[in-house]
């Protein structure tokens, strides 16, 4: 019963995290993470340079700290990853019910 009470309030601290995200290309980049994507795919789909997506992972790697969020989870395989995806027109859409 505790775990599902931890992880519940764990959700709950990165919902309210991701509301604060105001950049758009952040919040998509943050979204991608948490699906198990790789820089490498980030990169494509975004189509960033590799030195914006260095400033965007250092600022959400400061935010995460400062909130107090604390990444405790392995990543996701790529198996797992292409099973759950979801076509591109929708992530911005699902970015804030994806916590």
């Given at each position: ?38 820089d ?17 992972k ?16 392995q ?25």
């Amino acid at each position: 019963m505790e775990q599902r009470q931890s992880d519940s309030y764990r959700c709950q601290i990165v919902r309210q995290f991701l509301l604060t995200i105001n950049d758009e290309t952040t919040r998509l980049t943050c979204f991608l993470y948490m699906r198990g994507f790789q820089d490498s795919e980030i990169l494509r789909a975004l189509h960033l340079p590799q030195q914006q997506l260095r400033n965007i992972k250092d600022q959400l790697a400061f935010d995460l700290i400062k909130a107090g969020i604390q990444n405790t989870e392995q990543p996701i395989s790529a198996q797992e990853r292409r099973s759950e995806s979801e076509p591109e027109c929708c992530l911005a859409e699902n970015v804030s019910d994806s916590a």
